[in-house]
């Protein structure tokens, strides 16, 4: 099971931090993925991490804003996003895919490998 949180009303320019606790003991064994949805968009991929923590990916539109990262003593997994955009509002969901590697490959970006979703949690950025 996937709990996010973090969501909120911001302004333009500003920061949140989002966090998906994770239940479960084999926590390090899965990739960890965030995606948004915006209203009447599809659900895109924003970013992924490796098992470990290494070998972040994101997508071009979020690249140097966006952080991802993880702490595999606590389960969770966390979106630093800075510098918003009005562009960035959307509903947040993040996502869990058993790997067997540490290799981050480009399958990461797709929905269709994620096994474990969570509820999402609304980023509204205001201009």
């Known amino acids: 099971q996937l709990q996010a949180s973090g969501g909120g009303l911001v302004q333009a320019g500003g920061s949140l931090r989002l966090s998906c606790a994770a239940s479960g003991r084999t926590f390090s064994s899965y990739v960890m993925g965030w995606f948004r949805q915006a209203p009447g968009k599809e659900r895109e991929f924003v970013a992924a991490?490796?098992?470990?923590?290494?070998?972040?990916s994101y997508v071009d539109s979020v690249k140097g804003r966006f952080t991802v990262s993880r702490d595999n003593s606590k389960n969770t997994v966390y979106l630093q996003m800075n510098s918003l955009k009005p562009e960035d509002t959307a509903v947040y969901y993040c996502a869990a895919a058993a790997a067997n590697s540490e290799i981050l490959s480009p399958r990461y970006g797709s929905r269709s490998v994620y096994d474990y979703w969570g509820q999402g949690t609304l980023v509204t950025v205001s201009s």
């Open positions: 991490i490796s098992r470990s923590g290494g070998s972040p």
